[in-house]
T-cell receptor, first 114, second 110 residues
Framework: NAGVTQTPKFQVLKTGQSMTLQCAQDMNHEYMSWYRQDPGMGLRLIHYSVGAGITDQGEVPNGYNVSRSTTEDFPLRLLSAAPSQTSVYFC?????????????FGPGTRLLVL | GDSVTQMEGPVTLSEEAFLTINCTYTATGYPSLFWYVQYPGEGLQLLLKATKADDKGSNKGFEATYRKETTSFHLEKGSVQVSDSAVYFCALKDNNDMRFGAGTRLTVKP
């Protein structure tokens, strides 16, 4: 199993550009989520999905869109990038949404917005 | 809302020293508590977890006990190794909301 994969590993954007961060998992997990990691702030939840066709907002959803058309994929879209979105983005998945479920994290995408 | 507070780093220890990283939380419900570890250039990996009060999570010599009365989940290890150098995150999950602490960087010197 590849686990949770993310592409690209690193991206530079100009302000106003759009892009999609890809995330895929091959563990048949129902729950998937996106986080951003900023220095001194830990990880903050952007959006999550409890299954195909279902998404919801997390703590910091503004400026980001998601969709979940399949169980495996959960892309994150930046419609108009801003310097404040410079961060490291992590995708994670878990078998279910129960409290005790362990999340498995991808290797991250480092995004720089100029 | 829910939140996690953990001790600020960085923490530098000599090999075989005792480690404590403090973590306290606030939550409206009865969350599960986690410690994740992040090695350089990698994503987070689960280190240990506890799902109810008085549970003790343990893994690789690390331990943490879910203390509801003090709302704490402190991470401990009796004898650290150089390979334990990483960033450690305390986290809670309450319903579909997962909250992380800011992370504590640990460096262990030979």
């Amino acid at each position: 199993n590849a686990g949770v994969t993310q592409t690209p590993k690193f991206q530079v954007l100009k302000t106003g550009q759009s892009m999609t961060l890809q995330c895929a998992q091959d563990m048949n997990h129902e729950y998937m989520s996106w986080y951003r990691q900023d220095p001194g702030m830990g990880l903050r939840l952007i959006h999550y999905s409890v299954g195909a066709g279902i998404t919801d907002q997390g703590e910091v959803p503004n400026g980001y869109n998601v969709s979940r058309s399949t169980t495996e994929d959960f892309p994150l879209r930046l419609l108009s990038a801003a310097p404040s979105q410079t961060s490291v983005y992590f995708c994670a998945s878990s078998k279910g949404q129960e409290l005790q479920e362990t999340q498995y994290f991808g290797p991250g995408t480092r995004l720089l917005v100029l | 809302g829910d939140s996690v507070t953990q001790m600020e780093g960085p923490v530098t220890l000599s090999e075989e020293a005792f480690l404590t990283i403090n973590c306290t939380y606030t939550a409206t419900g009865y969350p599960s508590l986690f410690w994740y570890v992040q090695y350089p250039g990698e994503g987070l990996q689960l280190l240990l977890k506890a799902t109810k009060a008085d549970d003790k999570g343990s893994n690789k010599g690390f331990e943490a006990t879910y203390r509801k009365e003090t709302t704490s989940f402190h991470l401990e290890k009796g004898s650290v190794q150089v390979s334990d150098s990483a960033v450690y995150f305390c986290a809670l999950k309450d319903n579909n909301d997962m909250r992380f602490g800011a992370g504590t960087r640990l460096t262990v010197k030979p």
